[in-house]
Every structure is written in structure tokens, then in C-alpha cells.
């Protein structure tokens, strides 16, 4: 598997840095490849003094692992994925794999001292945004913020914080990125619709948060590991009742308290949220190979009865499972 070790700091100097990692030649702010590794573009632009942006629009030729490191650790970074094909396992700091993808993570925010891996398999089609801003500056913006302006000086205390979180994007957010994907290259406005682009998800992001709970806590390199094992062996019982908080915090030698803190903090949920929510998508998984009934998934899951399954579907999907099966 070939190995790529671009550098990266929010300041835009790093432009040669990335197009010598890829392989690719600039042009103006576009790094454009088309080597035995990959074939594509990627976009780097200063949206302002405290924000860079960049833009990557490739697809691989081989499997490929690419490490993104920085020695900088004044800034954040928000990334947007849109990938087809194949998904991409996502290894933080070295630890335990996380998918991105459609149906998984596609949405992360992440301390830029924090080493990112990106294993990518090929024919992997990959479309990113990633916004990279200075802390000062996301402080001043969370000052703004009711539920956050109390918070902030521990959200932002490097000793007692970790920024990191992986989760799904906003439908707001996924049909900006969308609808920007119909803007050519060569338009002579394109460099302002990235700029609005990346305030919009900024915009995005920022609502969230003002209904979102932010969990302040250091997240230690052994954490990540065990919260992200914790999290696959979740996915490994799924036709089973869920375990309990209790017992998995016991798993991984933590207490409850700290368990359910930190996996909301690097998962985005609780325990039990994230358990019924993938326990409700293998369901729909096996009801779209057409090889089960509705009691039959049911049963496979252990779900109480046909009913409660059908209503927690409905509650997620918009729609009930039989619904669902006559639009296969």
C-alpha cells in the first residue's frame, strides 16, 4: 500500500507541501493530479486571515494510505465527506478504525495536533471540504453562542480538553455540498461559491451546537482506543439485547460516568442510542436483501415484536418496514 505524508497548517503555505505529497502540479489555487496513484483536483484557498479551506475531488488507481500531520496545534479542523464507492477507514491518533462513508460517519471535527490516517482502497471515489480554523477564532464565534459562551474557556483548555468528534452531517449541510458539485471548475465565479460554500457549513455547524451537548474532557490516546473497540464490539452483538453501560464501561476498566462521557464526546451519541440506531440499519440491510420477512428480521434481532420494530422504523426512516420492502 503506498503511503502519502502531506503536512498540513491552516496557513496557505502548504499548497507545494500537499502537491509534492500527491504528485500533482499547481495551478493558481488548484493542485490537479493524474498519476499512478490517483486522478483529480484538489482546491486550496484562504477564505480569510484565520480560515483556509481546501477542496479534494479524486479517485484512486490503488489502495492508498494517506497520514495528514501537523505540529500545529492553533487551529481545528471541520471535514465534510461525500465519498462513492468503496467506504474509508479512519484512524485517529493510531487507534481503532472508524468508517467513513454514505451510511457512516461523514462528519468529523478534530484537534489539528491529532494524527489523521486515511486507509483508501481502490476505485475509491472521494469528494471533502475541509475547513481548518484557528482556535481563537472558533472561540469568538462560540462566545455568541448562549448554551456555549459559558463553556468556552474549557472547551478551548488544551489541558482539559480534546476537540474531536465523529459524526453525521446536517441534511442542510450534505445538500449544500451537493448543489455546489454542479459548479464547473472553470466557472469564473468559482472561487466565490467555495468561499460561500464554506461559510454556509460553517453556518451549518454552528447551529448544531446550539442544541447540541458539548462534552469537555481530555481524551487520552488508550481512551480512543477503548471507547472506538467498545463501539465495534456494539456492532458485534446487535442481535442481542444492549449489554448495558455498565457493563461495557466495565469492558474497557472505566467507570459509567466517564464511559457514557466519552463515547457521546468521540461517537456523537450515547451508548444506547448508537446501539438501537445500527441495530434499526441491519434491519433494514436484511430487509433489503429480500431474503427475510418483517417477523423474521424481527426475530433475528430480538426486537420485542413485529410492532415495536415496525415503529421505531417509522420513527427513523419516515416510513414502515413493509412500506419499505415494496419500494425494493
Known amino acids: 500500500m503506498k503511503v502519502i505524508l502531506p503536512h498540513y497548517r491552516v496557513e496557505f503555505n502548504w499548497t507545494e507541501v500537499l502537491a509534492e505529497a500527491m504528485g500533482g502540479v499547481v495551478e493558481n489555487h488548484f493542485i490537479k493530479g493524474d498519476n499512478e496513484t490517483y486522478r483529480g483536483t484538489h482546491y486550496i484557498l484562504p477564505i480569510e486571515r484565520d480560515i483556509t479551506a481546501m477542496l479534494e475531488d479524486t479517485i484512486y488507481k490503488e489502495d492508498v494510505l494517506v497520514r495528514y500531520t501537523s505540529e500545529d496545534a492553533s487551529f481545528v479542523g471541520l471535514y465534510f465527506y461525500d465519498f ?26 478534530v484537534d489539528s495536533d491529532l494524527e489523521l490516517d486515511y486507509i483508501i482502497n481502490k476505485d475509491t471515489k472521494i469528494f471533502s471540504i475541509c475547513i481548518f480554523i484557528k482556535k481563537a477564532a472558533l472561540k469568538t464565534y462560540f462566545k455568541n453562542i448562549p448554551n456555549l459562551a459559558p463553556l468556552v474557556d474549557k472547551i478551548f483548555n488544551q489541558n482539559k480538553n480534546t476537540i474531536i468528534r465523529l459524526d453525521r452531517m446536517s441534511t442542510n449541510s450534505a445538500l449544500l455540498i451537493q448543489k455546489f458539485k454542479q459548479i464547473t471548475y472553470d466557472n469564473l465565479f468559482y472561487e466565490f461559491h ?121 420513527e427513523t426512516y419516515g416510513i414502515y418496514p413493509k412500506q419499505y420492502q415494496n419500494l425494493l
Not at 203 to 219: D, M, P, R, S
Not at 238 to 250: H, Q
Request: charged share 25%; no cysteine.
Open 84 to 109: 462513492e464507492g468503496n467506504d474509508v477507514d479512519l484512524v485517529v491518533d493510531n487507534q481503532e478504525r472508524s468508517l467513513l462513508g454514505r451510511l457512516n460517519y461523514n462528519f468529523s471535527i
Open 194 to 314: 467555495f468561499k460561500a460554500l464554506v461559510y454556509d457549513l460553517l453556518t451549518e455547524y454552528l447551529k448544531q451546537t446550539t442544541t447540541e451537548k458539548i462534552v469537555i474532557g481530555k481524551a487520552l490516546n488508550e481512551d480512543f482506543k477503548n471507547i472506538l473497540k467498545s463501539k465495534v464490539y456494539l456492532l458485534s452483538v446487535l442481535e442481542g439485547d444492549f449489554p448495558g453501560v455498565d457493563f461495557l464501561a466495565e469492558k474497557v476498566s472505566m467507570s459509567s460516568s466517564k464511559y457514557k462521557k466519552l463515547f457521546a464526546k468521540i461517537t456523537g451519541s450515547s451508548p444506547g442510542i448508537f446501539f438501537q440506531s445500527n441495530k434499526l440499519y441491519k434491519s433494514k440491510e436484511l430487509l433489503a436483501t429480500g431474503q427475510y420477512t418483517i417477523g423474521e428480521v424481527a426475530a433475528k434481532l430480538n426486537y420485542s415484536s413485529i410492532s415495536y420494530m415496525a415503529k421505531r422504523f417509522k
